[in-house]
């Protein structure tokens, strides 16, 4: 960002103090002083976005707060509509399209993939319903290959960004932090051979089937 904007966030797995301790260490990570960061968490014990009041009330509270940025983490926990319902899930994603348009921020919800997701993109591993893969505007997809995580893109109007390795570094518990360990280089268009080896583990197979879900491409260009 070019300049620090407001954020709100919602992490509705999370004791508060852990919510704290979560914020506090990135903030540490950055350099930077907790107080001074414009984040404001919501304490509410339950959020769900699928009816009335907590609908008007999450809008009121972006209104007074004018936050540039909303995370809601995970989408389960903000409803109870059936996300293998095309039409319950569609109407509560235009509630979050009401929200981006009318007060002017981005949205980010946080969902799972389904546990026995078969191959192929990426998107079509989400539980629920497809509606949840067409919605969003940039897609970002997390999977374990051993002890590291695989960042995975899709965009709506952009090329999709090279396959990026992450690992979580531990070593000081108050500065944990995801950090980039390979990322292919040069085109981006390019080398899928470096993004091939960067999921590799020496001394571990890894399926062609898995490599193909992984990268998300044809198993001929594979």
Do not use: W
């Amino acid at each position: 960002m070019p300049r620090p904007v407001p954020v709100l966030v919602y992490l509705a797995e999370d004791a508060l103090a852990v919510v704290r301790e979560r914020v506090e260490g990135m903030a540490r990570h950055r350099g930077l002083d907790l107080v001074g960061v414009d984040i404001h968490a919501i304490t509410a014990p339950s959020l769900r976005l699928d009816r009335e009041p907590h609908r008007n009330r999450l809008l009121e509270t972006a209104k007074r707060l004018r936050p540039r940025l909303l995370l809601l983490d995970p989408l389960v926990r903000l409803h109870r509509v059936d996300e293998n319902d095309a039409q319950q899930v569609a109407e509560l994603l235009a509630y979050f399209r009401l929200l981006q348009r009318r007060l002017d921020l981005s949205v980010i919800l946080v969902h799972h993939t389904r546990k026995n997701a078969a191959g192929g993109a990426a998107g079509q591993g989400l539980r629920g319903s497809s509606d949840l893969h067409a919605f969003g505007d940039s897609n970002l997809y997390l999977r374990r290959v051993r002890e590291r995580l695989v960042l995975l893109s899709e965009h709506r109007a952009a090329p999709a960004s090279p396959a990026v390795t992450l690992e979580l570094v531990s070593a000081d518990a108050a500065t944990t932090h995801l950090e980039v360990v390979a990322e292919p280089r040069g085109d981006r268009r390019g080398s899928l051979q470096e993004q091939v080896l960067a999921c590799l583990v020496p001394g571990e197979a890894l399926t062609r089937g898995k490599l193909r879900e992984l990268l998300s491409v044809q198993n001929q260009r594979l």
